[in-house]
């Protein structure tokens, strides 16, 4: 990406950019799209329910049997669509009130799901203010991977050797995502590193143990040991791909954009965002993340709305000559890995982006 001074024209086409978003918010609004759509969260939620429960039945009556280990998949299935709700509502998507997203959120997030609540909404509220920007963007600031080039620059020994050969690594590496966020979740909980309360923490802390503790102790509690291990190691397993191979398609890949980079709103969440084709069956897939581009816009839009959202962003970005970018999951699979290797070779400069640079400041 260029360090030139932006010139005038594209300091007026950034002003301009800007003065659209106001535009494209008051378009949003008149369609009603910002509204809330409770009987939505509230029938996905009861269907959901009632799986769950029958997965429970189905876990009492299977026994000691192998085939345990679909009830394992399924249950890893359900809990990441219970953590897509956990994620809508944390955005204020299913409720108008605040703090009845809040209790929502840290119900499913935290005894469902067994997710911190408070230290996913911290994360998730960095990376929407800054998708892709390097220094403010947790989710590019990893210690397995290396998101740019700087990063890969300063890996030394097996861990530059890894680099090169990251992008194949990343799909296996989501085998163990599912406990990932589940160790941080208990560790961030147990760390002095937020403006919580002491009783706050306790809570969450203590409902976060009783979850994972239950989920355990049950297990272990009905099946043989060695199924026991098999059937919690399939469940973190599918959970974890599934929550990674869901969020991975919207930025990887896309513009990075330096630290000392200023791009108006519009600009910025369209430049680093990716939409997955596939229209309602990809969305609820997806728990709605197949919008992203829409979902950064607007991120307090509820899912059902997305679709029609897309259909004015679209000819809105049109209008104003911003690169919109669609494709299709498998494709934007192949696009995170083939980059995330071309960042450990250190045969790309994500930085060189014509799209980003236009916009820059």
């Known amino acids: 990406m260029s360090t030139t001074p932006l010139t005038t024209r594209t300091r007026r ?3 301009a950019a800007t003065g659209s978003y106001q535009t494209l918010s008051a378009q949003i ?26 997965l429970g039945v189905a876990f009492v009556l299977l026994g000691d049997s192998w085939s ?10 359900l809990l990441t669509q219970f953590a897509f709700v956990a994620h809508e509502a944390s955005h204020r998507q299913v409720f108008r009130s605040g703090p009845a997203n809040d209790r929502l959120g840290r119900v499913l997030a935290n005894g469902v799901v067994g997710v911190s609540h408070t230290w996913w909404v911290s994360k998730h509220n960095k990376h929407h203010a800054n998708p892709n920007k390097v220094g403010k963007d947790p989710d590019i600031d990893m210690e397995a991977l290396a998101f740019h080039p700087d990063a890969a620059a300063t890996r030394t020994g097996w861990r530059a050797a890894f680099a090169r050969v990251q992008g194949w690594a990343f799909f296996p590496l989501l085998l163990l995502e599912g406990l990932n966020l589940h160790v941080t979740s208990i560790r961030s909980s147990i760390a002095r590193t937020d403006d ?27 099946l043989p040991l060695g199924l026991a291990a098999a059937f919690l190691g399939v469940q973190l397993a599918v959970f974890g791909v599934y929550m990674g191979a869901s969020f991975a398609p919207n930025h990887k ?18 430049l680093t965002s990716r939409n997955i ?42 209008t104003h000559g911003v690169p919109y970018t669609e494709t299709t999951l498998l494709e934007s699979y192949r696009i995170v890995v083939r980059y995330l290797n071309e960042v450990g070779l250190a045969a790309r ?6 799209m980003v640079s236009r916009y820059r400041s």
């Open 68 to 77: 345990q280990l679909l009830v394992a998949a399924g249950l890893g299935v």
């Open 349 to 354: 400069d994500p930085f060189d982006c014509p």
């Open 29 to 54: 609004r008149e369609a009603g799209l910002l509204e809330r759509t409770r009987g939505f969260y509230v029938t996905l939620l009861a269907v959901l329910g009632v799986l769950l429960v029958g």
């Open 277 to 318: 084709s596939g229209g309602t069956p990809m969305s609820m897939l997806l728990g709605g993340l197949s919008y992203q581009i829409e979902h950064h816009l607007f991120p307090s839009m509820p899912r059902p709305h997305l679709a029609r959202a897309r259909e004015i962003v679209r000819e809105h970005c049109a």
């Open 13 to 15: 086409g950034q002003e």
């Open 253 to 270: 890949g896309m513009p990075i954009i330096p630290a000392d980079s200023k791009l108006d709103f519009l600009s910025k969440q369209v």
């Open 196 to 222: 919580r309360n002491p009783r706050e923490r306790v809570t969450e802390l203590v409902v976060l143990a009783l979850r994972l503790t239950a989920n355990v102790a049950v297990v272990v509690w009905f």
